[in-house]
C-alpha cells in the first residue's frame, strides 16, 4: 500500500525565516507529486505539481523538488510571511486516474 | 469564478437518513472525485471518475454512492448515514493529466 508521510505535523517559525517542508513517499513509480495549501475550514488550493520527469517547480518565492529514488520531495518557502500560515499538504500520483494518496499535512505558523 | 461549487456547506442529519452532495465544475474537466477529509486520517478518497459515464470506487467507499451526471456534475450519495459518516467532504476535479486539480470549499457534514 502507498503511504505519504510528512514530518513534522506542526511547525511554527519567526517572520522572515525560511520554510522546508518534507514530504516522503514509498513507491517510486510515481506519476506526478502536487503540494497543496489548506486555510482553515477552506478547500485545498494547488500550489505545485512536479512530473515524474522533473527534479523541481518554482512559483514565487515556492520551491519544489522531488527525488524518486529516495522517496522525497521537499517544499521550500522563501523569507516566510504571516500569510503562509496555514497547512500544507503532498499527494502522490501514483499512476492514470488522477488518484491522489495525501500525506497528513504540516501545519505551518509563521510569527509576525 | 471559475471552479468547484459544493452543495451544501452544512448539514446534520439523524442515523438512517438519506442525503445526496452535489458537485458541479465549469472548468470543462474530465476528471472528478469525491473525498473526505477527518482528523488523523488525512484526506482519502471514496469515489472517482475518470470520464463522464465512468465512475469507480476509491480508498473508502462503503456506505456511499455516486453519480456522474454529465461531464460538469458529480454527486455522492449517503443512503443510510452512520455516525461513522461524519466528516468534511471535499469534491475535486482535474484535467486528465492531473494538472488543475481544483477542490471545492467541502460540506461539513455531522450525523447523529
Known amino acids: 500500500k502507498q503511504e505519504v508521510t510528512q514530518i513534522p505535523a506542526a511547525l511554527s517559525v519567526p517572520e522572515g525565516e525560511n520554510l522546508v517542508l518534507n514530504c516522503s513517499f514509498t513507491?517510486?513509480?510515481?506519476?506526478?507529486l502536487q503540494w497543496f495549501r489548506q486555510d482553515p475550514g477552506k478547500g485545498l488550493t494547488s500550489l505545485l505539481l512536479?512530473?515524474?520527469?522533473?527534479r523541481e517547480q518554482t512559483s514565487g518565492r515556492l520551491n519544489a523538488s522531488l527525488d524518486k529514488s529516495s522517496g522525497r520531495s521537499t517544499l521550500y518557502i522563501a523569507a516566510s510571511q504571516p500569510g503562509d500560515s496555514a497547512t500544507y499538504l503532498c499527494?502522490?500520483?501514483?499512476?492514470?486516474?488522477?488518484?491522489?494518496?495525501f500525506g497528513g499535512g504540516t501545519r505551518v505558523l509563521v510569527k509576525p | 469564478n471559475a471552479g468547484v461549487t459544493q452543495t451544501p456547506k452544512f448539514q446534520v442529519l439523524k442515523t438512517g437518513q438519506s442525503m445526496t452532495l452535489q458537485c458541479a465544475q465549469d472548468m470543462n474537466h474530465n476528471s472528478m472525485y469525491w473525498y473526505r477529509q477527518d482528523p488523523g486520517m488525512g484526506l482519502r478518497l471514496i469515489y472517482y471518475s475518470a470520464s463522464e459515464g465512468t465512475t469507480d470506487k476509491g480508498e473508502v467507499p462503503n456506505g456511499y454512492n455516486v453519480s456522474r451526471l454529465n461531464k460538469r456534475e458529480f454527486s455522492l450519495r449517503l443512503e443510510s448515514a452512520a455516525p461513522s459518516q461524519t466528516s468534511v467532504y471535499f469534491c475535486?476535479?482535474?484535467?486528465?493529466?492531473?494538472?488543475?486539480?481544483?477542490f471545492g470549499s467541502g460540506t461539513r457534514l455531522t450525523v447523529v
Open positions: 512536479i512530473q515524474s520527469s522533473q
Open positions: 513507491d517510486s513509480a510515481i506519476y506526478n
Open positions: 475535486a476535479s482535474s484535467r486528465w493529466d492531473s494538472v488543475g486539480y481544483t
Open positions: 499527494a502522490e500520483d501514483k499512476a492514470a486516474g488522477n488518484k491522489l494518496t
